[in-house]
């Protein structure tokens, strides 16, 4: 941090791939806990960290109910890899109080678009549609989520960057929820318009680590910031169907 004259840190690195925290559930503590020790222990003895922005989920909360979530209720994780995310969260409040390390918390929905990791929803889902294969979904595919698309994400971090309050925590997400069958249909109509979605999506058996809702809105603190979100899920979809189409030889990775 001294060569090179560091003055704030954005702490994005996690272990994020949910399925994964239920086989090997070790090394999500190992990189999500004592990763983000480390780079707060050395947050404290360099000295010279203006601003600490730890990078969360809203998975920290668990299941809710519809307009249930607080940025300041006490946290629920119900999985390994959201008990980890939890667990880093009360670290980094820990060296605020204790070391006064100035920090934000920025507890983030599902975020999507170009370049995400081949093995989440959306991008799976395009892939199989792009080669005229099925689409699997587990359970009925009614659980929902709050998903944003990337650049609001870069937009409102940036924005946290210069202007966010320390020792707050912001809540980034849209104020919609859309369920994994939603997804389904609308990648159907925009990939294969002249499918029927019953033809080509599978219901599997429902895995029992999934919840059914997180709902993360948009709490007043990052409104007061002056920023919302600006691309709407139909936009976003359009823009990462056409990344991928532009970019096929990224599904070899």
Known sequence: MKQYNITHIVHFAV???????FGNSITFTQSNVSGTHSVLEASRLYGRIVKFIHISTDEVNSETAPGSYQE???LNPMN???????AAEFLVKSYGDSF???????RLCNV??????IEKLIPIFINNLSNGQTLKIHGDGKQTRNYIYVDDVV????????????KMVYNIGTEYQLSILDIAKSLIKKIQPNKNPED??????????TDKRYSSITNSAVKSLGWKPKVS????LDKTIQWYKQNPKYWDK
């Not at 390994?80 to 939890?86: K, L, R, S």
């Not at 006064?100 to 920025?106: F, G, H, P, R, T």
């Not at 999507?112 to 990791?117: A, E, K, L, T, V």
């Not at 080509?200 to 680590?209: A, M």
């Open 112 to 117: 999507y678009g170009p370049r995400q990791h």
């Open 200 to 209: 080509i999506i599978i219901y599997d058996k429902p895995r029992s680590f």
């Open 233 to 236: 899920f139909d936009e976003g």
């Open 72 to 74: 300041t209720g006490l």
């Open 155 to 166: 937009n409102a971090i940036e924005i946290i960057f210069h202007q966010g309050k320390t």
């Open 15 to 21: 272990q994020a791939h949910l399925d994964n925290s």
């Open 100 to 106: 006064k390390l100035s920090y934000c918390i920025v």
């Open 80 to 86: 390994p890899y959201a008990a980890t995310v939890a």
